[in-house]
T-cell receptor, first 113, second 114 residues
């Protein structure tokens, strides 16, 4: 079974630009969550999608948004990038709905210059 | 809001030493608990999890953790560490019924020396 796939692996963007990150969950998994990992703040929850609906949302500004498609693939978008958005963005997928084990992807390393 | 505390940020051990990493959470409701490990250059992997039942749970690679409800703790243990255990370890909590929203601790960087 293929794992969680995140693309691209690395991105360099300029302040003010927008970026879209992609996540393909494990086949059959309907839950996709996104996390931001930084040295200062650690791992912080962004949002979770389940069957194309946002089920949970973390404390991030509205510049951070996401969506999930009918095939469970998910995208995360960050608009008007700031230097502080530089981070490793992790996607996790899970099956059977609530409170299931999360399987993480390798992440997308975003650098904002 | 729920939070997770990991007391040790950096731990250095010699091979064969015993390991205990502390984890406390603050939330009065029912939670599910996890320990994840991140080896250098690799993705986060689940070490073990506690949902219910026996509070002593065993995970992969000889790790175990004990859930002590009265102390809001879920400490990770391993009797004898190996050099290959060098990694960052994260404790995490999910509020039961609250969706798949993991709250992570700040992580413990473990270095095992030969």
């Amino acid at each position: 079974k293929a794992g969680v796939t995140q693309t691209p692996r690395y991105l360099i963007k300029t302040r003010g630009q927008q970026v879209t990150l992609s996540c393909s969950p494990i086949s059959g998994h309907r839950s996709v969550s996104w996390y931001q990992q930084t040295p200062g703040q650690g791992l912080q929850f962004l949002f979770e999608y389940f069957s194309e609906t946002q089920r949970n949302k973390g404390n991030f500004p509205g510049r951070f948004s996401g969506r999930q498609f009918s095939n469970s693939r998910s995208e995360m978008n960050v608009s008007t990038l700031e230097l502080g958005d530089s981070a490793l963005y992790l996607c996790a997928s899970g099956d059977r709905g609530l409170n299931t084990e999360a399987f993480f992807g390798q992440g997308t390393r975003l650098t904002v210059v | 809001a729920q939070s997770v505390s990991q007391h040790n940020h950096h731990v250095i051990l010699s091979e064969a030493a015993s390991l205990e990493l502390g984890c406390n959470y603050s939330y009065g409701g029912t939670v599910n608990l996890f320990w994840y490990v991140q080896y250098p250059g690799q993705h986060l992997q689940l070490l073990l999890k506690y949902f219910s039942g026996d509070p002593l749970v065993k995970g992969i690679k000889g790790f175990e953790a004990e859930f002590i409800k009265s102390k809001f703790s879920f400490n990770l243990r391993k009797p004898s560490v190996q050099w290959s255990d060098t990694a960052e370890y994260f404790c995490a909590v999910i509020l039961t019924g609250g969706g798949n929203k993991l709250t992570f601790g700040t992580g413990t960087q473990l270095k095992v020396e030969l």
